[in-house]
């Protein structure tokens, strides 16, 4: 009587996994074949940035037939535990086609490993000299004759507000008594009315400070974006590249067990009605 409950209950529970584990499998291999298929032409297996998108999808997908095939397994292993038969010969060659399946995954996986930490790296020093030549066109415009006359041209609007201002006792008695302009300036202000030269050497001084902050400003530019691009490059080898070698290795370990134990497994043919 507990026996006959125990396989009332452990024989739909044994098909259910070992469709869902099935259905997972057929379901990574549909999505694979629409991920290698590009959306528009050409296709390129050979170009460094499909090769990249691919792989990256890949790994991120491989622990999906891993699942089913654990699914599957399990389902085999409580039909196993039901009556002593195993699984029926439709089953047996699915089991032997997932473990060929894991097999051909395996190795797919151990060779993404290396070719994207490759890839990564050659587009990593791609993007590094894309922002040194960035920088260095950045860097020589600030020399330009364009730069400086733009620099010159500011200036000279400035000194021209300026002179306006000190011709006007009212206006310039305001802006100096109010807070909104630095001490700095405030002192130029007030030496400017007796020694223009004054004005002069502040507006030079200003100049050059611009210039120096610029240049200051794209080279920590460089410095960052430099920055986010390597940490961005180690951060997909260790993830993708590490990933795809542990898959590969659990890969390996369930088609080496599985194959094992299968090809040594003498229950491969219609399973037998068990005793009463």
């Known amino acids: 009587m507990k026996g006959s409950a125990n396989r009332l209950i452990s024989a739909p529970a044994a098909l259910i996994s070992k469709l869902v584990g099935t259905i997972l499998i057929l379901s990574f291999l549909l999505d694979t074949v629409t991920l290698l298929i590009p959306s528009s032409p050409p296709f390129s297996p050979l170009d460094r940035g499909w090769q990249l998108t691919a792989t990256t999808q890949l790994v991120e997908r491989g622990f999906i037939p891993m699942l089913g095939m654990a699914l599957l397994f399990l389902g085999s292993w409580m039909d196993d535990q039901v009556d002593g038969q195993g699984s029926g ?42 922002i040194q030549q960035q920088a260095t066109q950045a860097e020589t415009q600030l020399s330009s004759p364009d730069f400086r006359a733009q620099v010159e041209q500011r200036r000279t609007q400035i000194k021209t507000q300026i002179g306006d201002l000190l011709k006007d006792d009212q206006r310039l008695n305001q802006a100096l008594q109010s807070g909104q302009v630095p001490d700095q300036l405030k002192t130029v202000l007030q030496q400017s009315k007796d020694n223009p030269s004054v004005l002069d050497n502040y507006l030079e001084q200003q100049a050059k400070d611009f210039s120096n902050q610029t240049l200051t400003q794209v080279r920590d530019r460089k410095q960052q974006l430099e920055k986010q691009a390597k940490m961005g490059a180690l951060k997909s080898q260790v993830q993708i590249g590490l990933s795809s070698l542990f898959l590969a290795i659990g890969y390996f370990i369930i088609t080496g067990t599985g194959l094992s134990g299968v090809l040594s497994s003498p229950k491969i043919g219609p399973r037998k009605a068990p005793k009463r």
Not at 116 to 122: A, E, F
Request: charged share 10%.
């Open 89 to 130: 010969q439709p089953w047996q060659l699915v089991k032997l086609g997932a473990l060929v399946l894991s097999g051909i995954l395996g190795l797919v996986f151990l060779l993404a490993a290396p070719l994207h930490i490759n890839n990564v790296r050659l587009a990593s020093n791609e993007g590094l000299q894309r």
